[in-house]
């Protein structure tokens, strides 16, 4: 990039779903605009499991056809538990409208490829292999520092910054406001597997759940054969590991037998990976000339696979936030407010079953599941991504929270001494993680 071009209206430091997603609408609006993104599509990176909720955004964006040409078809959720029989599955076609019925899973290396040449065929400017070292957020622009992967440095002005970085959390870093969730803890260990046993027919694509003592596991058929298999463990267990996390993996999988089933005679393709502690949020959301969407705002465990669908939305967001922001800056405090509020929302009615997702309370309730007025419609409505509008499935929600507290006050000692379990298990640990993350 050269001294002639460094000026842009937007500069957007990462090229992940939330990141091109942004650019694209954006750049769609006629602003000039510049995505920063450290690594090469298509590259590696976990969360293959869409929401339904996500279907109208691909729509809006125009890239619904080339998502559905790589994904494999996914219309429910199975959950499994070693205290219930059967497993429990909830499909999307139980769920109120506007949902969609089915999402996909996807394999992110490509889907996330797919994104970004959106926002390249929008206009927007993709520079790959180049990281944002410094911000200086500045009253009447934003100065970024970037560092090629050859070593060439260049500085950058933009009238506004989004800040896409995931879990590298570019701004809250800068800025130091990224804080530990005292109220959840969690890291992974996750690899791929060839020849594990799936479904059959249509429901081959279902996400599986599975919890364990140690925490919960997913399984995620791809398309092409392979599925992704990953435990999301309390810190105490992962910090035990030693060696190989390949082995370990293996280990563990082995601590739950309808999973382990599932694997038998399974191939591990190129090992497996180790992330540190996650679960995040951070102090701040915007600024005067800077805003944070996805990740790079906060991260919670990922049961539900809300990841993408959370980014992508608060993309659509971000993106009138600044647009209208840069057309009428007398506006933007509002604006930031009006969707500071709503990512809170999301993230909250998300938040509050994650929380209780181990306790047996929550467990006897999502596998005895019951449909009086529409209770667990309005459950699987927020599986799908239904989480921001106030309609016909909030009251339902309340509903279903108050049976829930009335369950943790019947089993009385059972409560008890899950949340004593609980209130040890969240101590943060220092994790052997093989991707970075410590």
């Not at 429990?88 to 506007?98: L, M």
């Not at 690899?191 to 249509?202: K, L, N, P, S, V």
Request: aromatic share 10%.
């Amino acid at each position: 990039m050269d001294e002639s071009a460094v000026d842009f209206d937007v500069a957007v430091v990462g090229a992940g779903p939330a990141g091109t997603t942004v650019a694209t609408l954006l750049a769609d609006r006629g602003l000039r605009v510049v995505v920063f993104e450290k690594e090469r599509h298509p590259r590696f990176h976990i969360g293959e499991s869409l929401l339904p909720l996500n279907l109208p955004l691909f729509e809006r964006l125009g890239v619904a056809e080339q998502v559905a040409r790589i994904g494999m078809l996914k219309p429910a959720v199975e959950f499994n538990s070693v205290d219930h029989p059967q497993p429990q599955v909830y499909r999307f076609d139980e769920a109120f409208a506007p949902c969609c019925g089915y999402a996909y899973q996807v394999r992110r290396s490509e889907f996330d490829a797919v994104l970004a040449q959106r926002a390249r065929a929008s206009g927007a400017r993709l520079v790959e292999q180049c990281r944002v070292t410094q911000v200086d957020l500045e009253r009447d622009r934003v100065s970024l520092g970037t560092r090629a992967a050859d070593g060439t440095e260049q500085r950058v002005r933009a009238r506004y910054l989004v800040d896409a970085s995931g879990r590298d959390t570019f701004v809250a870093g800068k800025l130091g406001v990224k804080r530990r969730n005292p109220r959840h803890t969690s890291a992974a260990l996750y690899g791929h597997y060839r020849g594990a046993r799936r479904g059959e027919g249509e429901d081959e694509g279902n996400i599986r759940i599975f919890w364990f003592e140690h925490g919960w596991f997913w399984f995620i058929p791809l398309r092409d054969g392979i599925t992704s298999v990953g435990a999301v463990c309390w810190p105490y267990y992962l910090k035990s590991r030693r060696g190989d996390p390949a082995d370990f993996l293996q280990q563990t999988i082995a601590l739950c037998p309808a999973l382990a089933e599932r694997l038998a005679g399974a191939e591990l393709v190129d090992g497996a990976t180790a992330t540190g502690n996650y679960s995040y949020r951070c102090a701040r959301m915007s600024g005067e000339r800077w805003i944070m969407v996805g990740d790079a705002y906060a991260f919670v465990d990922p049961v539900f696979s809300s990841g993408v669908y959370l980014a992508m939305a608060s993309a659509f967001r971000a993106a009138d936030v600044v647009a209208e922001t840069l057309r009428d800056p007398a506006r933007g405090a509002q604006l930031r407010r009006d969707y500071e509020r709503t990512v809170d929302r999301g993230l909250a009615t998300f938040c509050w079953m994650i929380y209780r997702m181990t306790t047996p309370a929550m467990r006897d309730m999502v596998m005895s599941p019951r449909n009086p007025i529409g209770i667990k419609s309005a459950v699987v409505s927020m599986l799908a991504g239904d989480v921001y509008r106030r309609g016909p499935i909030w009251w339902r929600l309340m509903c279903f929270r108050a049976i829930y507290y009335g369950n943790l006050l019947r089993l009385g000692r059972r409560s008890l001494a899950a949340w004593r379990r609980r209130r040890l298990a969240i101590q943060p640990q220092a994790i052997h993680a093989t991707d970075g993350s410590g």
